[in-house]
Nanobody, 125 residues
Framework: VQLVESGGGLVQAGGSLRLSCAASGFTLDYYTIAWFRQAPGKEREGVLCVSGSDGMLYSGDSVKGRFTISRDNAKSMVYLQMNSLKPEDTAVYYC???????????????????WGQGTQVTVSS
């Protein structure tokens, strides 16, 4: 089971970026996928999670209305579309997967055993 993130980079405030998470070794349909981020000196924060079975989303308050997840199970890919980026969105972004019910718990890092290596997103002011 492996997750590999890509798509990070440097973007100006107000801009957009799309991160990708490539999954291998398991069937995406049965798992919840979540995106987390971690800024220097801060705890890992749950951003968004998406159900494997029906595509339902659960969003963290800090990104509501700006970030969204999409998934292509046939390609084993999950995407994080980030719009209206702010300097405070600067962090390493990770995707994670496990059998987690959708809801508040799906934004808890403790619920996940499988993680990608992370990709850096830097938003300049």
């Amino acid at each position: 089971v492996q997750l590999v993130e890509s798509g990070g980079g440097l973007v100006q405030a107000g801009g957009s970026l799309r991160l990708s998470c490539a999954a291998s070794g398991f069937t995406l349909d049965y798992y919840t996928i979540a995106w987390f981020r971690q800024a220097p000196g801060k705890e890992r924060e749950g951003v968004l999670c998406v159900s494997g079975s029906d595509g339902m989303l659960y969003s963290g308050d800090s990104v509501k209305g700006r970030f969204t997840i999409s998934r292509d199970n046939a390609k084993s890919m999950v995407y994080l579309q980030m719009n209206s980026l702010k300097p405070e969105d600067t962090a390493v972004y990770y995707c994670a997967t496990d059998f987690v019910p959708l809801g508040r718990s799906c934004l808890s890092a403790l619920e996940y055993d499988t993680w990608g290596q992370g990709t850096q997103v830097t938003v300049s002011s």
